[in-house]
């Protein structure tokens, strides 16, 4: 079956710094790709997503591109801040069948 | 404001009492689901609805049951809670079909003791 799986946490940056989180996923079908993300106390919110090969979405100075050829959909973010502290997880979607990673969790020091 | 409300948010209940979790969604989605989270094993699904009177099990469906007899309602209900639902539980809602992102609600952290 399909499912996801991303960089295992937690990772710690100091503000300013480049973020990476890897994600891969397994499909059979021509799934979207999204990133959520959770903050203390709350629901998942979504963060970006991309519905086919090589978009790429961004939103609040993260980015991800769709890469059929290596089915990945990595996060990135040039430069964190202090209130990007959370979890993300990243997701596929295959008709109505939803895969979740385990989910990594980031803080980010002053 | 379009939203995903659950209740209650927090949860304490004793072995084998029946309980429910409400959710319900304003946005008129079709497609609603349950998920449960736990430490280091992301989000698993319970049970999905496609639409009013349509539902099915997901990956971990054991102990729960739902129901959908309105489009906005799709509540939780666990005839005989177990220690091993102590849980954070989520409702989601979205258009059906590949492209539509889940909406979720805030939470339901349940204990059973």
Redesign the interface.
Known sequence: GDSVTQMEGPVTLSEEAFLTINCTYTATG???L?W?VQYP??????LL?A?KADDKGSNKGFEATYRKETTSFHLEKGSVQVSDSAVY?CAL????D?R????TRLTVKP | EAQ?TQNPRYLITVTGKKLTVTCSQNMNHE?M?W?RQDP????R?IY?S?NVEVTDKGDVPEGYKVSRKEKRNFPLILESPSPNQTSLY?C?SSF????????????TRLTVT
Request: proline letters at 4%; hydrophobic letters at 30%.
């Open positions: 021509y799934p979207s999204f959520y106390g709350e629901g998942l919110q979504l997503k519905t997880f979607r295959d008709n109505n939803m979740f990673g385990a989910g | 995903v497609y689901s998920y280091g094993l992301g989000l699904q999905y496609m989520f989601a059906r079909g590949n492209q539509s992102p889940l909406h979720f609600g805030n939470g």
